[in-house]
């Protein structure tokens, strides 16, 4: 399987090497449930404890990656809910972006059942499309967009029979994503 070979390469295959927990969600994940498209990010949901803070600081070299400061990861990192920051690969423009595991229940569920697939011949951690398909309904809830709602259509079409119809509708309900869900049922079967 080929994906966006700069994305693992810059960014994923750094994590791995140091051992960081992390899952791919995001557009990179609805191509791997759903159907090739272009995206030009990752989005990455972490587990970082505070001693590993200057580890992963250290995973993005100054001269080819914007990463905030060390105290502002941190500060990041001390939220319950919400830590989240950007690394951008300056060459390419390239980012991705970073969601901390807090104290989110929903993010510690996709952690904990990471789907492992080998991608460019390195072992990529993703969240199951139960929580891929919910962040992307979240994401349409909070911007509008019907790109998330045709992911979501192009995932159940593609891989619906993996999916856990009770993870997602207790996950859905949950997250009060039950509008959101229906209107993703009318573009299942359209292009």
């Known amino acids: 399987m080929t994906l966006a070979p700069s994305?693992?390469?810059l960014f994923i295959g750094p994590l791995n090497r140091a051992g960081i927990e992390y899952?791919?969600?995001?557009?990179?994940?609805?191509?791997?449930?759903?159907?090739?498209?272009?995206?030009?990010?990752?989005?990455?949901?972490?587990?970082?404890?505070?001693?590993?803070?200057?580890?992963?600081?250290?995973?993005?070299?100054e001269e080819a990656y914007y990463c905030p400061p060390l105290e502002v990861l941190a500060l990041e990192r001390e939220r319950t809910r919400?830590?989240?920051f950007n690394l951008i690969h300056l060459a390419t423009g390239m980012r991705a972006d970073v969601y901390l595991s807090g104290e989110d229940e929903f993010h510690a569920w996709a952690?904990?059942?990471?789907?492992?697939?080998?991608?460019?011949?390195?072992?990529?951690r993703f969240a199951p499309i139960e929580y891929v398909i919910a962040y992307k309904l979240l994401?349409?809830?909070?911007?509008?967009?019907?790109?998330?709602?045709?992911d979501v259509a192009r995932m159940?079409?593609?891989s619906g029979s993996a999916v856990d119809q009770s993870a997602l509708a207790g996950w859905i309900g949950r997250l009060g994503l039950e509008v959101e869900w229906s209107k993703a049922g009318l573009y299942?079967?359209?292009e």
């Open 156 to 158: 159940i079409e593609i």
């Open 7 to 9: 994305l693992v390469s």
């Open 82 to 84: 919400h830590g989240h």
């Open 111 to 124: 952690l904990e059942r990471a789907v492992v697939r080998q991608v460019e011949d390195q072992p990529v």
């Open 139 to 150: 994401f349409f809830q909070s911007g509008g967009s019907d790109r998330h709602l045709r």
């Open 188 to 190: 299942v079967g359209r």
């Open 23 to 61: 899952v791919v969600t995001g557009g990179l994940a609805a191509v791997v449930y759903g159907h090739p498209r272009l995206t030009l990010d990752v989005d990455l949901v972490l587990r970082l404890s505070p001693s590993a803070l200057p580890t992963f600081a250290g995973l993005w070299p």
